[in-house]
């Protein structure tokens, strides 16, 4: 059987990797496509009590369920049904989602350790870094985590002191070696995108 092709897009916090698969998958609108982030794989840490929640270091590695999300990934490559995780970071719960996927043609995975995962690496057709300078992704981090995960300024600038920063050093910026295509965040992806077609179009899918 002809296996789906995986596109990863790495990148530190708040890069704009999102954005970018985004785009992406409006460049491949013809064709069955997939898009999801690892954040849905965080480890479920509902069981434990709220002061020892705020001590996860969220930004290493092993803070995600990366057996599932490697073995999920493997199903898609292969063509077969997962059901894609949810997970919420106001309670650090992780819970079976309502989304099913079957037989896709193109998986694109984003997320900050994308390229960090030799399993992951392996599997994937075309890797992806997107970088973005750190005060532009700390600007968006804060604006993200008030508005949406019920963070204050103050523990969004502690976290990112803390484990966000050096975490992204040792963890994040050294999988630039294995993408692909580095992309200058903060600026329009228009040519990039353009580029990435081309390849896609040249060396995937016959669109």
Not at 17 to 35: D, V
């Amino acid at each position: 059987m002809e296996k789906a092709h995986l596109i990863l897009i790495a990148g530190g916090t708040c890069s704009g990797k999102t954005t970018i698969a985004r785009e992406i998958g409006k460049q491949l609108a013809r064709s069955s496509l997939t898009i999801f982030s690892h954040d849905q794989y965080y480890r479920d840490l509902s069981h434990l009590p709220k002061k020892e929640q705020d001590e996860v270091n969220f930004d290493h590695p092993d803070a995600l369920d990366y057996e599932l999300l490697i073995s999920d990934v493997k199903h898609l490559v292969d063509k077969k049904k997962v059901v894609l995780p949810d997970y919420d970071f106001i309670s650090h719960k992780r819970v079976p989602g309502s989304v099913v996927i079957d037989g896709t043609d193109i998986i694109i995975l984003e997320g900050i350790f994308s390229l960090y995962y030799p399993e992951l690496v392996q599997l994937a057709n075309l890797k992806v870094f997107v970088d973005t300078d750190a005060d532009i992704r700390l600007a968006r981090r804060i604006r993200r985590d008030i508005r949406e995960r019920g963070f204050t300024i103050d523990s969004v600038l502690r976290q990112y002191m803390d484990t966000v920063k050096p975490m992204h050093e040792i963890f994040i910026e050294p999988t630039k070696k294995n993408a692909d295509i580095i992309v200058p965040g903060g600026k329009k992806f228009d040519k990039v995108l353009t580029m990435m077609k081309g390849y896609l179009s040249h060396e995937l899918i016959n669109f």
